[in-house]
């Protein structure tokens, strides 16, 4: 693990480009339905920001921007907007899933259908996105994390793997 | 080389026999009358801006054709990341 | 000669499936037999990919204004390439993610128990 001021190229670079990392990952999210991209690819590139973050800086910096129970809650909250969305269709009247039923204030069927495309890939976004940091804080740590634990014992305990 | 090993070798290369015995039923590499290309996709090409106002036909495909797939599918990398979790953490307070 | 050089995408994906299919039975190494499964893997999704191919088509997006008004007649389907097998790569391409994170987070455990990633030393310490 690096520690902080280790390695100032690195941790001045990622500070750099951590902004444009996540922007492209929301853009890539929301722009889906009309160019390449979608759910799944704008949530692993949000989780790579994270990743690269964690990496960089070290997991204490990650974790007092992005918490453990933050990221078991976001990815809950990604299954339960796509669920969500989909018996929401059942409420008004359509099949599982059935986006056109939706009573939104638009015109015609295929613009709302469009609407829940969208809605279901931040859905499936989040879900990535939490997965990926998850998996990858699971990995990354021999036992539990706690961002106040970076003591000595901690450090033997990384430094025996 | 140790004898498993070579048993090893000698099944992959069993496997791989069969699997190129097979490629002269496939059809040629960019075949547009391909059977893979002619059954349901010229549908979805041709329909999907109509009916769901995306121009990208995999989001379309993805998000509304088979959708129910693309929800187990959330299902499944949600639950790996719980298997992860419940595999590695060691104490949980709270 | 045609034979090859017309099917060619067919080879390649054979080469890589032998390659990590023989990672997964004679390799010792855990970590090893999960980096053949993943070169597996990749073999299938580049089969997938190379069957929805069209000699001379494009991406599967559609090439005009965003919210134009077009007859589905008049989209030539010869244009773009299948998306069908690319919708099913997609998925997979994540649950493969999600089975290496779990697969590599049961040889931690497997390492925390018996102090190596070695199949023939942990079956040594079982028996």
Known sequence: MINRYDNLIIEFFCRIIAAPVFTFGVYIIFHGEASPGGGFQGGVILGAGFIMLAVAHGMDFTLRRIREKMILFLSCVGVFIYGGIGAACILWRGNFLDYGKLPLPLDSVSVIRGIGIMGIEIGVGLTVMGVMISIYYDLIDPGGIQPELSGGEEEEQWNSF | MKPLKLLGLITVLITGFFLIYGVSDMPNWGDKNAPASTHVSPYYIQRSQAETNAPNFVSAVLADYRGFDTLFETTVIFCAGIACMMLLRKEDDG | MEFILSKFNYWIYIIMMMIGFYAMIAKRNLVKKVIGMNIFQTAIILFYVSIGAKKGATIPILEAAHHAKIPPESIEVAKYINPLPHVLM??????????????????????????????????????
């Open chain 3, 90 to 127: 997609l998925t997979a391409i994540v649950v493969g993610v999600s089975v290496t994170g779990v697969a590599l987070a049961l040889i931690i455990l497997i390492y925390r128990r018996y102090h190596t990633v070695e199949e023939d030393e942990i079956l040594r310490q079982l028996s």
